[in-house]
T-cell receptor, first 114, second 111 residues
Framework: NAGVTQTPKFQVLKTGQSMTLQCAQD?????MSWYRQDPGMGLRLIHY???????DQGEVPNGYNVSRSTTEDFPLRLLSAAPSQTSVYFC?????????????FGNGTRLTVT | DQQVKQNSPSLSVQEGRISILNCDYT??????FLWYKKYPAEGPTFLIS?????DKNEDGRFTVFLNKSAKHLSLHIVPSQPGDSAVYFC??????????FGKGITLSVRP
């Protein structure tokens, strides 16, 4: 049982490049989300999805796109990377039937934009 | 609009002593409160939670206290162990809101 799997673990991009951060889960969780963690800022919600075909914006969505074509996968796309997007990105999932259930996090993708 | 405040970004305690981590919140709609623990190069993991109908919840060495009137949440770790050294995030949610995290507190437990 892999839980939440994020790839890649590390990535370096140049300003203006695009890339997709992958997130896959095998727990049949309906809710999936992306957070970024920055020093002194805690964890901030970027985008989330409550099920296949449904996505919505979080606290800091600008510069990021998401889609949810399957229950298992929730990729995060950076269309034109900027240095301000240098961060650690975490995918987190939840069994949506109970909003009080704790989030399950992946181990993160560390992204550097130069 | 800063809904969650963790005023002390770091804490250092001696092994065996008590660690007390604090969070304050402003949103009165929060009714469920959680603590997450994060080691370097790993994702956060759930530690303990409490609902607004309680003022204390205990799980082994970890106890979470909720003071609703003061809008104050705290985590007590007794006794502290070196393996407890990590970043701790408080998190808050309500029926109609997303999970809101604090900025994190770095705990160092000295052997």
């Amino acid at each position: 049982n892999a839980g939440v799997t994020q790839t890649p673990k590390f990535q370096v991009l140049k300003t203006g490049q695009s890339m997709t951060l992958q997130c896959a889960q095998d727990m049949n969780h309906e809710y999936m989300s992306w957070y970024r963690q920055d020093p002194g800022m805690g964890l901030r919600l970027i985008h989330y999805s409550v099920g296949a075909g449904i996505t919505d914006q979080g606290e800091v969505p600008n510069g990021y796109n998401v889609s949810r074509s399957t229950t298992e996968d929730f990729p995060l796309r950076l269309l034109s990377a900027a240095p301000s997007q240098t961060s650690v990105y975490f995918c987190a999932t939840l069994y949506v039937a109970n909003y009080n259930s704790p989030l399950h996090f992946g181990n993160g993708t560390r992204l550097t934009v130069t | 609009d800063q809904q969650v405040k963790q005023n002390s970004p770091s804490l250092s305690v001696q092994e065996g002593r008590i660690s007390i981590l604090n969070c304050d919140y402003t949103n009165s709609m929060f009714d469920y409160f959680l603590w997450y623990k994060k080691y370097p190069a790993e994702g956060p993991t759930f530690l303990i939670s409490i609902s607004s109908i309680k003022d204390k919840n205990e799980d082994g060495r970890f106890t979470v206290f909720l003071n609703k009137s003061a809008k104050h949440l705290s985590l007590h770790i007794v006794p502290s162990q070196p393996g407890d050294s990590a970043v701790y995030f408080c998190a808050f949610t309500g029926a109609n809101s997303k999970l809101t995290f604090g900025k994190g507190i770095t705990l160092s437990v000295r052997p």
